[in-house]
């Protein structure tokens, strides 16, 4: 899709979760969009901060830019949302959106985490959720949604002129691929996905939403659809769908939860707020004890 303008693209890495925040700039106006925010959470202290999110914001006040988006590429399971706070923050009244299938996310995770009856699963916790297509604009930029499921059922990319924000689907070529293990996910699905990514021309810029670079690496954020097909390790030479839905569920069959999956889940279901705190004023995450080991 050809926007008015091509974006200017920042990015901002987190390291404790490996997540990549973009931020898009109309280069003609203050007109700006942010690409899925981090809330720091330490598991440990069950302590949320605000310090990833504070230097997005830096940013936007130092550069004289306009939050009018926040948008998330899925339910992360990795990390927490800043949404809510930079939409606070900023003063600008950003929309908080995400992919529509969200409510599906909202509807599996309500069941295994028994948020109850209480808890909406109509996505009315975020300011808009996108179909598979739908465009807006962020000032003279022209957003085109495209839906990716397969990591997740609500994961969505969004193409602003060059520019792809592709979420988990590729990562750098070295790394491979999303998971497909989490509920909702489906290997042959994300295989159709990457696919509709990698039709796009090969200039554009394919922004990652992860990273996981060795000590002392810096951390690839760019990638090209060229680069992907030639060079992913689960989809170079030509890799069917079939092998590809083998080679990813083998591999998902050995990797263990995310450490955040449950806080970062109850968070990002409710579009980055926090629980609400209990009559005692405190606010709890649940941790569900899915087995016992002996
Ligand atoms: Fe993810």
């Known amino acids: 899709m050809e926007s008015l303008h091509l974006p200017n693209v920042t990015h901002f890495f987190d390291p404790a979760t490996s997540t990549f925040t973009h931020v898009v700039e109309d280069p003609a106006s203050p007109a700006t969009m942010v690409v899925d925010p981090v809330l720091d959470y330490d598991p440990h202290a069950g302590v949320v901060a605000t310090h990833s999110a504070a230097r997005v914001l830096r940013h936007l006040r130092a550069q004289g830019r306009r939050l009018d988006w926040i948008v998330e590429t ?23 959106a995400a992919g529509a299938r969200i409510v599906e996310v909202q509807q599996c995770f309500r069941d295994l985490l028994q948020l109850g009856p209480g808890f909406p699963v109509d996505g009315r916790q975020f300011d808009h959720l996108f ?65 509709r990514l990698l039709l796009l021309p090969d200039h554009t810029r394919l922004f990652l939403c992860h990273d996981y670079p060795s000590a002392g690496v810096a951390p690839q954020s760019l990638s090209t659809p060229a680069a992907q097909r030639s060079g992913n390790l689960h989809l170079k030479g030509g890799v069917t769908r079939e092998q590809f839905v083998a080679l990813r569920q083998a591999r998902d069959a050995t990797l263990g939860k995310p450490v955040l999956l449950w806080p ?31």
């Open 74 to 96: 899925h339910a992360h399971a990795d990390h927490l949302s800043a949404a809510q706070w930079l939409k606070r923050e900023s003063g600008t009244a950003p929309r908080v």
């Open 131 to 195: 179909t598979d297509n739908e465009t807006f604009t962020v000032g003279g930029l022209q957003v085109q949604v495209l839906a990716v499921p397969g990591h997740t059922p609500d994961s969505v990319a969004y193409c602003v002129g060059d520019a792809v924000f592709v979420g988990d689907t590729v990562f750098p070529p070295g790394y491979g691929t999303a998971r497909c293990d989490f509920p909702g996910g489906d290997a042959g699905q994300l295989y159709d996905s990457i696919q």
């Open 264 to 294: 970062a889940i109850q968070v990002n279901v409710r579009a980055g707020a926090l629980p609400e705190p209990d009559a005692s004023g405190h606010r709890f995450l649940k941790i569900p004890l899915t087995g016992e080991s002996t």
